[in-house]
């Protein structure tokens, strides 16, 4: 059973950076496709990145395309998401998840494992 733990979450201003971490366990990490994905309250959980199991492709959501890196090292299990020019809207809890299976995906229903999330605040 694939364990994930995110970490890097924080507060930071308007404008600035922050890079999240996702600590894969209990699995073989290079089967899986990788992503990140938000949740406001009150709102539905959005994708913002993905990544294929190689790391050979990449995939953004249209509102951070360009300010969001997403990058994998298979050799320590981790999954990063660099995240500059943040704005308040980037505001809410980040969450990493894996899916087996696929190539990658946008869609939360396909992912399997999920983190138990890292809250970000960005204050204006």
């Known amino acids: 059973q694939l364990q994930l733990v995110e970490s890097g979450g924080g507060l930071v201003q308007a404008g600035g950076s922050l890079r999240l971490s996702c600590a894969a366990s209990g699995g073989t990490f290079s089967r899986y496709a990788m992503g990140w994905l938000r949740q406001a309250p009150g709102k539905e959980r959005e994708f913002v990145a993905a990544?294929?199991?190689?790391?050979?492709?990449?995939y953004y959501a249209d509102c951070v395309h360009g300010r969001i890196t997403i990058s994998r090292d298979n050799a320590t299990n981790t999954v990063l998401l660099q995240m500059n020019s943040l704005n308040v809207p980037d505001t809410p809890v980040y969450y990493c998840?894996?899916?087996?299976?696929?190539?990658?995906?946008?869609?939360?229903?396909?992912?399997?494992?999920w983190g138990p999330g890292t809250p970000v605040t960005v204050s204006s």
């Open positions: 990544i294929t199991w190689s790391g050979g492709s990449t």
């Open positions: 998840a894996a899916t087996v299976g696929r190539f990658a995906s946008t869609k939360q229903g396909e992912y399997d494992y």
